[in-house]
């Protein structure tokens, strides 16, 4: 089952959608608005942001969040591609110098 929350959809014609795309596109981002966009007093598309789209439709699963918040907590979330290469490459340092191989280690 999806989990949406409640946001404000705006209902707007296609020739609206089409003549004011930036200012919409603007509010999809800044407010998290979603746009129903209609022509001919039939609804044909939506327009939502990607994050309220992967939210709504490609939620990441529980062990990804878990991990999410455990890197919030450990401060490892805000590390640079630099600095995790440099982590791993300590790692991998550390068990070559101690014999551990991969299937070693499990």
Known sequence: ML???EKKT???SALTARTQ???ILKRVQGRQERFLIGRRGQPQAVI????DFMQAFAPAPDWLERSWRA???S???SLSMRQIDTEISKVRAGRRSSGKTR???R
């Open 71 to 73: 890197a919030e907590r």
């Open 10 to 12: 705006t209902v707007v």
């Open 103 to 105: 299937s070693a280690a």
């Open 48 to 51: 939502l942001g990607i994050d």
């Open 3 to 5: 989990k949406i929350k």
């Open 21 to 23: 795309l930036g200012q």
């Open 75 to 77: 401060g490892t979330a």
